[in-house]
């Protein structure tokens, strides 16, 4: 699945099947269902997961548990406007072996 494809996905109200633990919740948080996404990464592990929750953290406006996350994640938190991070999270998601 590609970027445009995930995205127009986003009008069904059920995710695509076989999504990782991460893009399943990237994919409830690009519906605007917040609660939906950090239920399915909060108890997860990986960096994937960990990219995920930080974003998410960062939506809600907790900054100090989102920089926690993306220390997890490895990543430098983002500055970018929400919509742009979660492109970036999802390009690299999709593209993930």
Known sequence: MNLAEFEDSLVNSRPPADLSSAQLALWWAGKGAWDKAHKVVMD?????????????????????NARYWYRQAGRTPSQAASDAEWKTIARSLLDAP
């Open 44 to 64: 997860q592990g990986g960096k994937d997961c960990a990219w995920v929750h930080a974003y998410l953290h960062r939506l809600e406006g907790d900054l100090d």
